[in-house]
């Protein structure tokens, strides 16, 4: 199933996005990629993307943000520009990396909500998220619209546990201007 949300659409991610995906790390600044794998990648991580792309949703579930107009700077889109991930785990790890031009438009917000309403519907109880030192105002979302179950600090990151319960609501509000944005319910 596809989800719509002008300007992108929100797809399970397949095998058939492996290039659009490397692409999108490409395209990503260094510190991007630093701030969401939580150290300096060079790339895509093999095992990573394999896992992605490949796996059932039981064992990494992913989707991917195709851009549905032009990019914000006016120019031709890039076939991907987010892809969000649930690995396994337990709890399951929530992941999500957006291109660096289409940050703060609500497209993580959009992908973060297909990934929570998939793996509410195969039985996931929580999901945890990651973030460095600093960065614990992006767990702020998931703790507005999810019920926190734990917070577990380390030298080198937070993580937060949340529960998803029966109808918790993590829906993009359209904002009237075209782009969407994740509001609290």
């Known amino acids: 199933m596809t989800t719509v949300i002008a300007p992108w659409e929100i797809a399970a ?8 995906v490397e ?12 701030l969401r794998f939580l150290g300096r990648v060079a790339g895509p991580p093999a095992a990573y993307l394999d896992a992605v792309l490949a ?3 039981e064992e990494h579930d992913a989707v991917v943000a195709r ?3 032009t990019a914000p700077d006016g120019g031709p889109p890039p076939a991907v520009v987010g892809l969000a991930s ?7 790890e929530l992941g999500v990396l957006v291109a660096d031009g289409w940050q703060r438009r609500g497209v993580g917000a959009a992908m973060v909500g297909a990934v929570l309403r998939r793996a509410r519907d ?11 030192p600093g960065r614990s105002a992006l767990l702020a979302p998931l703790a ?5 179950v734990r917070w577990e600090w380390a030298p080198d990151c937070l993580t937060g546990v949340f529960a998803l319960r029966g109808g918790a609501a993590w829906e993009p509000a359209d904002r009237g201007s ?5 509001r609290p319910s």
């Open 13 to 20: 991610a397949t095998a058939a996005d492996r290039h659009a």
């Open 23 to 34: 692409r999108l790390f490409a395209a990503c600044a260094a510190e991007t990629l630093r």
């Open 67 to 69: 851009p549905t107009r």
């Open 178 to 182: 075209g782009w969407c944005s994740a």
């Open 122 to 132: 195969r039985g996931v109880r929580t999901v945890a998220a990651r973030v460095l």
């Open 55 to 57: 796996a059932t949703p």
């Open 86 to 92: 649930l690995g396994a785990g337990d709890p399951p």
């Open 144 to 148: 507005r619209r999810l019920e926190p």
